[in-house]
């Protein structure tokens, strides 16, 4: 897809995806989360998803207020519960394409049982998880995702907790499809949700995205050029990762700790819960 | 090929059965046309989804076991935007935990049905035992100002055609309807009589017609916004913030959400002509009323009986909607009676409905038994004569 990828201009995007009415957004300056929608669009693009026939659905905070600017059926729901929203959609209709935007509180917070009970029933639904390592809208308190000592309004003396990965949980639930991108580049993040669409099951596109306004303040990630440095350092791609882990040399070894695993996580197939239901309904209708 | 209905009346079977009032809610649900569930197991409602995850399959619905009621309530909502018609069914502890997407179904204008089999609480309480312990709970559990249809059955008969009754609302006027019985009619068996097709009703849900123009949450003449399902084109945007009436976020506007919350308030009290439902037994020369309601209304019929062959001039007011409060009724019969005595399942709820609605007009008697037990006949008789002879 990358020699194949037919970019469109912002503008083209926003015309063609988006309800104008509803600019500006609520996005801060240096927020991550306008450059999702703007991967996910390309995705959807490129996959030539038909509007008409596709509902996006989110729970509550910064990143789930992104179907309220797609020209599209959605569902903005309440805290937590995206997940079990999306498959009342699916199961009843599976016909549609059903796109969640979730956070890293709403998703695997509040919502972390859901999360499971989804990948578990293996719905057709694409998760894309803005990961910002922080609760945005409410001003910036601790995630389970916030890094080891990390500072939030909550943590003000560091975090204590570990953080969760989220990838990892999806991948051992056994998911379909998982991956895990910085939003600092474009192509990577476009083909995994390209690929997350296309694909029939669960899939979880994680999308690290910084929050300059409530972590970054805390945490010295404030200016843009910092910030997208420390995402270009602070991850290693997977396949690295594992050379390291494997072969590499006590120093390397140690350099590892505390970054993130990007990449993709797992790709493969599983019947999914609306295939099995209709086996089931064929099996035993009247 | 067999059309639905047809379907339908295969999968329920016979007639005429000898079943419990769970079943007879999930039986009531399918005649309405539920095709979709969600629900989570727990006693005593479980066999509600049992009977579900029997039928739907059988007549092309989808049953799906969900990971806890919140998740229940949200696939609820999720399927009824698909334009299907929904139910779901808990108790007590559960029925607390879908107060949030319930109050989330109110605000987005989401046709769907929850029937509550009650137990008694708080807490675990007594799981087996039989309650209405969340009479309250049902009106003012959800936050924030709104308004909610419930309807209270007596009977395992009652229980399928009130079930047949909230769906026709819910569709009706796009909001929840709660169907409240408790362990003690959820399990107990009776004669039920499946209705045929022509006896009941089966109202939708107003569709919208035209694209152009279409502004989601713009409320029709009954203020009542027709409704266009996911995947139909009409791009709808959903979200339980204060939104305009192209449902979209005006959270900071104090005059948008005044309209829109009155406005929810307003379709439901409107039309309470549709909605209130109650029966009265010896009404014309009533001196000493019992109003009551649920499965409690079944012994007080025999009691008011007996203190009628004692010479007690006693008469029965059982309320089969319950919210919004049938105030008028109530108070039409404070107007002539002495005293009412109002026996409940729980400590006193809807003694405070009833007590509002009489203002002093004549004294109120609460007579509470909780703990699972059902009001004995001579216990209520004896109430009965108590207040007989009391000076006005």
């Known amino acids: 897809m ?51 026939r596709t509902v996006f ?70 998760v894309i998880l803005v990961n910002n390592f922080i609760y945005g809208m409410t001003g910036g308190q601790s995630a389970p995702t916030t890094p080891d000592g990390g500072f939030t309004t909550t943590t003000p003396y560091g975090n204590i907790e570990h953080p969760m990965d989220v990838c990892e949980l999806a991948k051992a639930l056994g998911a379909p499809y998982v991956a895990r991108w910085p939003v600092v580049s474009p192509v990577q993040p476009v083909k995994s949700i390209a690929e997350g669409i296309r694909k029939r099951g669960f899939a979880l596109i994680e999308m690290l995205t910084p929050c300059p306004t409530a972590y970054g303040r805390y945490n010295g990630l404030k200016a843009l050029e910092q910030i997208w440095r420390w995402y270009r350092e602070q991850t290693v791609l997977i396949d690295e990762w594992e050379w390291i882990e494997q072969f590499g040399s006590p120093e390397e070894r140690e350099r590892l700790r505390g970054k993130m695993k990007i990449g993709i996580f797992q ?14 309904v064929a099996r035993v209708k009247l | 090929m067999s059309t639905h209905r047809e379907l339908i009346r295969r999968a329920l079977g016979p007639r005429v059965q000898f079943v419990q009032g769970d079943d007879a809610c999930a039986y009531g ?130 229980s399928l055609e009130l079930t047949i009754v909230a769906f026709n609302l819910s569709e009706r006027l796009r909001t929840p309807v709660l169907v409240f019985i408790d362990g003690e009619l959820g399990h107990m068996r009776e004669r039920l009589v499946i209705p045929e097709d022509h006896e009941f009703e089966l109202w ?17 003449p009954d203020l009542v916004p027709p409704f266009a399902p996911f995947g139909s084109g009409f791009r709808t945007f959903v979200t339980g913030l204060t939104h305009n009436e192209e449902g979209l976020p005006r959270a900071s506007s104090a005059t948008i959400h005044d309209q829109l919350v009155r406005r929810l308030a307003a379709k439901i009290t409107n039309h309470l002509d549709l909605i209130t439902r109650y029966e009265e037994f010896y009404a014309d020369d009533c001196e000493i009323a019992i109003v009551t309601y649920g499965i409690t209304a079944r012994t007080c019929r025999d009691v008011v009986e007996e203190a009628r ?9 059982r309320l089969i909607s319950i919210w919004p409060f049938p105030e008028h009724v109530v108070a039409r019969w404070a107007e002539r009676v002495r005293a009412m005595l109002v026996p409940e399942m729980n400590l006193g709820q809807i003694v405070h409905p009833i007590r509002e609605a009489v203002a002093g007009r004549c004294p109120v008697v609460l007579h509470s038994r909780i703990g699972g037990e059902l009001h004995t006949p001579a216990e209520l008789l004896e109430a009965l004569e108590a207040l007989q002879w009391q000076p006005a």
């Not at chain 1, 790709?267 to 089931?280: G, Q, Y």
């Not at chain 2, 569930?37 to 727990?42: E, L, T």
């Not at chain 2, 989808?62 to 929904?86: F, H, N, P, R």
């Not at chain 2, 062959?309 to 007011?317: N, P, Q, S, T, V």
């Open chain 1, 2 to 52: 990358a020699t194949g990828l037919r970019i469109k201009t912002a503008a083209e995007l926003r015309t063609s995806y988006l309800r104008q009415e509803m600019f500006p957004t609520i996005f801060c300056d240096g927020c991550g989360i306008g450059n999702v929608l703007n991967y996910t669009l390309w995705a959807i693009d490129e996959v030539g998803l038909d509007l008409d």
């Open chain 1, 57 to 126: 659905v989110s729970g509550i905070g910064c990143s789930s207020r992104l179907p309220g600017y797609i020209n599209a059926d959605g569902l903005h729901t309440t805290h937590g519960r995206a997940l079990a929203f999306a498959s009342g959609v699916k199961a009843a209709n599976p016909d549609l394409t059903v796109i969640v935007f979730t956070g890293d509180g709403d998703g695997a917070g509040i919502g972390g049982n859901h999360l499971l009970h989804t990948i578990r029933r293996n719905m057709d639904i694409t």
């Open chain 1, 267 to 280: 790709d493969t197939e599983r019947e999914t819960f609306e295939d099995r239901w209709a086996a089931l």
């Open chain 2, 29 to 158: 649900a399918v005649l309405a046309g539920c095709t979709f569930f969600a629900g989570y197991p727990i006693t005593p409602a479980t066999e509600v989804a049992e009977r579900m995850a029997e039928i739907l399959p059988r007549i092309g619905g989808c049953y799906i076991q969900m990971e806890d009621e919140i998740a229940s309530m949200g696939a609820l909502i999720g399927a009824s935007w698909t334009g299907a018609k929904v139910m779901t069914s808990t108790s007590g502890p559960g029925f607390s935990l879908m107060q949030e997407n319930l109050g989330y179904a109110i605000m987005t204008e989401t046709p769907c049905v929850v029937v509550n089999v009650q137990r008694s609480g708080p807490s675990t309480g007594q799981p087996t035992m039989g309650a209405y312990g969340d009479m309250m709970q049902a009106r003012w559990g959800t936050h924030g100002d709104h308004e909610i249809i419930m309807l209270c059955p007596a009977s395992v008969q009652e």
């Open chain 2, 204 to 220: 939708e849900r107003p569709r919208a017609t035209d694209r152009a123009g279409y502004r989601p949450f713009a409320p029709g």
């Open chain 2, 309 to 317: 062959r004692r010479g007690i001039k006693a008469g029965l007011l």
